[in-house]
């Protein structure tokens, strides 16, 4: 990826594996990942999501943007599981690619992304 996430970073993203249409990342969930409920907030699990995707579609020397994302929340996470997001291209066109990302925390599915990048 280009530069430095600083968001990433701010929620404590770590990233495993990163190739060519594909990423894997992770992140412990602390306190601050929680909503009022004591749950993983979406936004958290979103910006997981979202961030292997971007990694995905802008790895080496290309360059692209969400055009188009949708998520679906499958089951509740808390504050000290260990949340992985496995990004993997779908589709590559000319102009745009298609990416999905599972979120799972142990083998079990959290959350499914979606997500269409524009190529620049």
Do not use: W
């Not at 929620?11 to 409920?37: C, F, P, R, W």
């Not at 994302?69 to 590559?92: N, Q, W, Y």
């Not at 066109?93 to 620049?120: E, I, M, N, P, Q």
């Amino acid at each position: 990826m280009k530069g430095t996430d600083y968001f990433a970073d701010a929620l404590g993203i770590k990233e495993h594996e990163v190739k060519d249409g594909y990423a894997k990342v992770s992140m412990q969930i602390q306190k601050t990942h929680t909503n009022a409920l004591g749950f993983t907030h979406g936004g958290a699990i979103f910006s997981l999501a979202d961030y292997a995707f971007a990694l995905a579609c802008n790895y080496g020397d290309n360059v692209a943007v969400a055009v188009e994302v949708d998520i679906k929340f499958l089951r509740p996470t808390v504050e000290g599981d260990c949340l992985t997001a496995e990004a993997t291209r779908v589709s590559d066109g000319k102009t745009t690619g298609l990416y999905h990302v599972a979120v799972r925390k142990d083998d079990k599915l959290v959350a499914f992304f979606s997500g269409l990048a524009f190529k620049k």
